[in-house]
């Protein structure tokens, strides 16, 4: 079998496997035995389970990140930049859904390592620059933007967790609504 397809085999299964098992309940033979190849094979991609998982959650999590941000048109109002990204998770596939449930779960703490959670850290750092680039469209006060960004991820990320963990179906009306009301609110005051 092609070795790049035999990774992503790897990759697709271990997802599965961590989301359903947890890292601790995953062992490497599982995976090996999920995804049709010898151990050693899996060894041959990746040092041990840590890394897998970090390719899978982290990596992967990131990329898929990247993408979604790629596929929003630069340009639009605020509102609907904000609304696009979140219904973009509403339509994530199972396995980009997977990738992002077990990413949280790092965040939060449920999964994985210190290190990977170290790197998410960074990674938010990051993305709340991001977010304050955005929305100092709509705020020109720095300490409102302060709060306004704060807020603006907080929303962004309560969703997400409702649509991504609970697999709750929040209609586009909702999250038109709490978006439009925050931005709403900084540009009255």
Same mark, same amino acid.
């Given at each position: 079998?092609?070795?790049?397809?035999?990774?992503?085999?790897?990759?697709?299964?271990?997802?599965?496997?961590?989301?359903?098992?947890?890292?601790?309940?995953?062992?490497?033979?599982?995976?090996?035995?999920?995804?049709?190849?010898?151990?050693?094979?899996?060894?041959?991609?990746?040092?041990?389970?840590?890394?897998?998982?970090?390719?899978?959650?982290?990596?992967?999590?990131?990329?898929?990140?990247?993408?979604?941000?790629?596929?929003?048109?630069?340009?639009?109002?605020?509102?609907?930049?904000? /609304?696009?990204? &979140?219904?973009? =998770?509403?339509? *994530?596939? %199972?396995? @980009?859904?997977?990738?992002? $449930?077990?990413?949280?779960? +790092?965040?939060?703490?449920?999964?994985?390592?210190?290190?990977?959670?170290?790197?998410?850290?960074?990674?938010?750092?990051?993305?709340?620059?991001?977010?304050?680039?955005?929305?100092?469209?709509?705020?020109?006060?720095?300490?409102?933007?302060?709060?306004?960004?704060?807020?603006?991820?907080?929303? /962004?990320?309560? &969703?997400?967790? =409702?649509?991504? *963990?609970? %697999?709750? @179906?929040?209609?586009?009306? $909702?999250?038109?609504?709490? +978006?439009?009301?925050?931005?709403?609110?900084?540009?009255?005051?």
């Amino acid at each position: 079998m092609d070795k790049v397809i035999m990774k992503d085999i790897i990759k697709i299964k271990a997802i599965e496997l961590f989301s359903e098992k947890g890292f601790y309940g995953t062992s490497i033979r599982d995976i090996s035995k999920a995804a049709g190849c010898s151990i050693p094979m899996i060894y041959y991609y990746y040092n041990n389970k840590n890394e897998l998982f970090e390719e899978v959650v982290y990596n992967e999590f990131v990329l898929l990140i990247d993408r979604l941000n790629s596929q929003i048109q630069r340009g639009l109002p605020i509102e609907e930049i904000y /609304f696009l990204a &979140i219904k973009q =998770r509403k339509g *994530l596939n %199972d396995y @980009d859904k997977a990738v992002y $449930k077990l990413a949280m779960k +790092v965040w939060l703490r449920f999964e994985g390592s210190t290190e990977i959670r170290d790197k998410f850290i960074i990674w938010r750092e990051g993305r709340y620059e991001r977010n304050k680039r955005i929305l100092s469209k709509v705020c020109s006060d720095i300490n409102k933007l302060e709060i306004l960004t704060s807020v603006m991820i907080g929303i /962004f990320e309560n &969703i997400t967790e =409702r649509i991504i *963990l609970l %697999d709750e @179906d929040i209609s586009n009306e $909702k999250i038109i609504e709490e +978006v439009k009301f925050i931005i709403d609110c900084v540009k009255k005051h």
